[in-house]
């Protein structure tokens, strides 16, 4: 079926090796990011998410990293391996709990 | 099954017919919503509801009509098709505030 990463910057890693997929966000006053992850033919699912008043958060294998200065969100993955290969949205929100999403970088993994 | 279901998975529909999508969450989540997503983009948000009766309009509401009579129903209904709604068609689920967002298969329409 159709990929919904057609058209969508991509980035290429070799296996093994660490990812960085960075968003730019626009709205200051949010107050909470996630990022998501998409394979294709399924809706996004969680990755990771962080808080406004923190700058680094840490999961299993993966940290999001937080500038809220030049409103920059990074998501790190390490030992990036095969599964990992997806697109990627970075997702902003606040009080009224509405999503805004990014447009999504499609991560491909080389073996 | 505990979760949130849509469907159909996929539709194809002429120009003009009004069709209607559905979304069923089994959590009493307050807060619902459909989103769609086109070949090199991200989710943009149609309308939400924060709970029964109650909803509103996101980025792109126009052609679309939603309802909310039951907490755990929230269909979608595009109320004469266009070509430019051919897309695939998110619904999500929330308790409230940015946790525990949770997000179905999707629905993909063909508007012909």
């Known amino acids: 079926g159709e990929s919904v990463g057609l058209h969508l910057p991509t980035l290429s890693v070799q296996e093994g090796d660490n990812s960085i997929i960075n968003c730019a966000y626009s709205?200051?006053?949010?107050?909470?990011f996630i990022w998501y992850k998409q394979e294709s033919g399924k809706g996004p699912q969680f990755i990771i998410d962080i808080r406004s008043n923190m700058d680094k958060r840490q999961g299993q294998r993966v940290t999001v990293l937080l500038n809220k200065t030049v409103k920059h969100l990074s998501l790190q993955i390490a030992a990036t391996q095969p599964g990992d290969s997806a697109v990627y949205f970075c997702a902003e929100t606040g009080a009224n709990s509405k999503l805004t999403f990014g447009k999504g970088i499609t991560l491909s993994v080389r073996p | 099954d505990a979760g949130i279901t849509q469907s159909p998975r996929y539709k194809i529909t002429e120009t003009g017919r009004q069709v209607t999508l559905m979304c069923h969450q089994t959590w009493s989540h307050s807060y619902m919503f459909w989103y769609r997503q086109d070949l090199g983009h991200g989710l943009r948000l149609i309308y939400y509801?924060?709970?029964?009766?109650?909803?509103d309009k996101g980025e792109v509401p126009d052609g679309y009509v939603v309802s909310r009579s039951k907490t755990e129903n929230f269909p979608l209904t595009l109320e004469s098709a266009t070509r430019s709604q051919t897309s695939v068609y998110f619904c999500?689920?929330?308790?409230?505030?940015?946790?525990?967002?949770?997000f179905g298969s999707g629905t993909r329409l063909t508007v012909v």
């Open positions: 709205n200051s006053a949010s107050d909470y």
């Open positions: 509801s924060a709970a029964a009766d109650i909803t």
């Open positions: 999500a689920s929330t308790v409230g505030g940015p946790y525990g967002y949770t």
